[in-house]
């Protein structure tokens, strides 16, 4: 069965520090990879997506993610935080060929200290 | 830009009432699904829907029910409250079924149950 495991559940940085949450996921096949942002109050919000193509994806605010197909991992980086980062991660993954069920991990908590 | 309406941010039921949570997404998407968010747990999918009158169950169906008797409007049913209800319910839309079309989410629903 598919399944996602973010390793990091709350983590606390201080402004301009490097951020890394990590992100393996569970399943035999093709899939697409997301990234999705909560901050306060606010509803999810796609960060960025790797379909196919190149490993290393760019999205909104300056962050990036890598997928090592060998590690079956995804994980989020970005080289200096900001205060206005805080906010609840999720990374989610699903099957290429599968229709609906996009399965999201246990969600990380970042906090930036300003 | 996609809105996705939730009709509550925040509900208070009793055990045993039956529980009506309705999203309106205004973006003509053919799929809409219902999440749950528990902390710790990240998102899991409770039910979703690829067409009017079409649903299919998600990961965590038992206790719920859905009804989308139009394309715009999906509701989530409760039709016997419980504690362990007690949680914060997201609905989403896509414009197609698969990784290709990321969720457009809306702001939640936080449902208590005493």
């Known amino acids: 069965a598919q399944s996602v495991s973010q390793h990091n559940h709350h983590v606390i940085l201080s402004e301009a520090a490097s951020l890394e949450l990590g992100c393996n996921y569970s399943?035999?096949?093709?899939?697409?990879l997301f990234w999705y942002v909560q901050y306060p109050g606010q509803h999810l919000q796609l960060l960025l997506k790797?379909?196919?193509?190149?490993?290393l994806v760019k999205g909104i605010k300056g962050f990036e993610a890598e997928f090592i197909k060998s590690k079956f991992s995804f994980n989020l980086r970005k080289p200096s935080v900001q205060w206005s980062d805080t906010a609840e991660y999720f990374c989610?993954?699903?099957?290429?060929?599968?229709?609906?069920?996009?399965?999201f991990g246990q969600g990380t908590t970042l906090q930036v200290k300003p | 830009d996609v809105k996705v309406t939730q009709s509550s941010r925040y509900l208070v039921k009793r055990t045993g009432e039956k529980v009506f949570l309705e999203c309106v997404q205004d973006?003509?998407?053919?799929?809409m699904f219902w999440y749950r968010q528990d902390p710790g747990l990240g998102l899991r999918l409770i039910y979703f829907?690829?067409?009017?009158?079409?649903?299919e169950k998600g990961d965590i169906p038992e206790g719920y029910s859905v009804s989308r008797e139009k394309k715009e409007r999906f509701s989530l049913i409760l039709e016997s409250a419980s504690t362990n209800q007690t949680s914060m319910y997201l609905c989403?839309?896509?414009?197609?079924?698969?990784?290709?079309?990321?969720?457009?989410f809306g702001n939640g629903t936080r449902l208590t149950v005493t």
């Open positions: 989403a839309s896509s414009l197609r079924l698969g990784g290709n079309s990321p969720l457009h």
């Open positions: 399943y035999g096949g093709t899939v697409n």
């Open positions: 790797y379909f196919s193509g190149d490993p």
């Open positions: 989610a993954v699903i099957g290429s060929s599968n229709t609906g069920k996009l399965i």
């Open positions: 973006m003509d998407h053919e799929n």
């Open positions: 829907s690829y067409d009017v009158k079409m649903k």
